[in-house]
């Protein structure tokens, strides 16, 4: 019998626990979305989709090159699935998920996002479990220990749950001047988490 839960129905119940956060208005295109997510919130998409068949179908649409080297086929979910498949349907109200955490927290002790204090670096055709796997690994390293970073205290700018993930004819409305984004981030925050070496996957 296949338990695994089906990626609509799994968007579903995300989006009806969003359903009295308050969305922010149309964001300033000059400015960026500086809330980072918990490591809670990156746990919980880690947990999801270990019972959860990625949808193969819509996949092909989007694992094709020159964007993706991801094998059409390959049942494993990269960084690039959990966007398509799951957060950009969820927040198809305009906002990021980072926003619609803040949005559904306003008021409330329990903050899932909060102003980022660790930028992540990874590639979109990586694995999602070896980005969260990395992610698990920086805790127990020098460099956070002498920031004091914690699972509790940290909060990851985590482009797919930060940005307003929009399609392309979207971005090409609201394009972006060069420099702006590492400029944006080295003003912004100060640490930085490589979670994978420039990614190719040859399956």
Same mark, same amino acid.
């Given at each position: 019998?296949?338990?695994?839960?089906?990626v609509g129905q799994?968007?579903e119940?995300?989006?009806?626990?969003?359903v009295?956060?308050t969305?922010?208005?149309?964001?300033?295109?000059?400015?960026?979305?500086?809330?980072?997510?918990s490591?809670?919130?990156?746990?919980?998409f880690?947990?999801l989709?270990?019972d959860m068949?990625?949808?193969?179908?819509?996949?092909?649409?989007?694992?094709?090159g020159?964007?993706?080297?991801?094998?059409?086929?390959?049942?494993?979910?990269? #960084?690039r699935?959990?966007c398509e498949?799951?957060?950009?349907?969820?927040?198809r109200?305009?906002?990021s998920?980072s926003e619609?955490?803040?949005?559904?927290?306003?008021?409330?002790d329990d903050?899932?996002?909060?102003?980022?204090?660790v930028f992540?670096?990874?590639?979109?055709?990586?694995?999602?479990?070896?980005v969260?796997?990395a992610?698990?690994?920086?805790?127990?390293?020098?460099?956070a220990r002498?920031?004091?970073? #914690?699972?509790?205290?940290t909060?990851?700018?985590?482009?797919?749950?930060?940005v307003?993930q929009?399609?392309?004819?979207e971005?090409?409305?609201d394009p972006?001047?060069e420099?702006w984004?590492?400029?944006?981030?080295?003003?912004?925050?100060?640490?930085?988490?490589?979670?994978?070496p420039?990614?190719?996957?040859?399956?």
């Amino acid at each position: 019998m296949d338990d695994t839960i089906p990626v609509g129905q799994a968007v579903e119940i995300l989006r009806k626990s969003f359903v009295n956060a308050t969305v922010p208005p149309t964001q300033d295109a000059s400015k960026m979305n500086m809330l980072g997510v918990s490591w809670e919130v990156i746990q919980g998409f880690r947990s999801l989709i270990q019972d959860m068949s990625i949808d193969l179908l819509a996949a092909a649409a989007y694992r094709k090159g020159p964007i993706s080297n991801i094998a059409p086929d390959d049942p494993a979910w990269h #960084t690039r699935d959990i966007c398509e498949q799951l957060i950009k349907p969820i927040t198809r109200c305009g906002c990021s998920y980072s926003e619609l955490l803040a949005g559904l927290s306003s008021g409330s002790d329990d903050h899932q996002a909060a102003p980022a204090n660790v930028f992540v670096s990874h590639a979109w055709d990586c694995p999602f479990e070896q980005v969260c796997s990395a992610l698990e690994t920086f805790f127990d390293s020098e460099h956070a220990r002498s920031k004091g970073l #914690t699972q509790g205290n940290t909060f990851f700018w985590f482009d797919i749950f930060s940005v307003r993930q929009r399609n392309s004819e979207e971005a090409q409305v609201d394009p972006k001047p060069e420099g702006w984004w590492m400029d944006t981030f080295l003003v912004a925050i100060k640490v930085f988490v490589i979670t994978s070496p420039a990614y190719t996957n040859t399956s």
